[in-house]
């Protein structure tokens, strides 16, 4: 049972344009939501989160938006450079309501952003 | 700073062999984790250390899979007998838990890339 989805496993953009990658989820009781970014041959960085009490962070050309009743959320990348190409990682926790915050990670989209 | 320090990068053996993967957290970090990550799929928890203790071992298969912890830094995975499923890359993270709901960013190293033959 995946928890976190995220259905479109790769996504290509031209260079300046906005990059749009979906996650949505299960578990009413995440509360906490974060996207990684992956290169080759490297471990997953944090690039944003979002609370949610919150249903928008922004993070200079990355922003998450955060759609509670539809158990969806979305990275938006404006403009896209090549460097952004890359996997990127939606991943849930529920702080309060467990006894930790276990991370569960989606299956990633993989980003190709073409010059 | 330096990062999550993992090693080895790659390691190919053959089934039923023993493999041993290492991993140094961010100085001061007192969370670890290990991760499994098959192709085309997410890191998925396999245990995760506060300080010197296993506070979830729950996704961990036991009747082949070790960790330790021992003075609440470095850690090592151990797998015995490997088998061919057990192919993957092996994430090592760690944070400092400053308590529940608060932040508690991950940092990963590099991961090792393991392939049973």
Known sequence: DQQVKQNSPSLSVQEGRISILNCDYTNSMFDYFLWYKKYPAEGPTFLISISSIKDKNEDGRFTVFLNKSAKHLSLHIVPSQ???????????????????DKVIFGPGTSLSVIP | EAGVVQSPR???????????????????????????QNLGQGPELLIRY???????????????????RLKGVDSTLKIQPAELG?????????????GYGGDNEQFFGPGTRLTVL
């Open chain 1, 82 to 100: 090549p460097g952004d190409s890359a996997v990127y990682f939606c991943a849930a926790s529920a702080r309060r309501k467990t006894s930790y």
């Open chain 2, 10 to 36: 790659y390691k190919i053996i053959e089934k039923k062999q023993p493999v041993a993967f290492w991993c140094n957290p961010i100085s001061g970090h007192n969370t670890l984790y290990w991760y499994l």
């Open chain 2, 50 to 68: 506060e300080n010197e203790e296993a506070v979830d071992d729950s996704q961990l298969p036991k009747d082949r899979f070790s960790a330790e």
């Open chain 2, 86 to 98: 057990d192919s993957a890359v092996y994430l090592c993270a760690s944070s400092f838990w400053t």
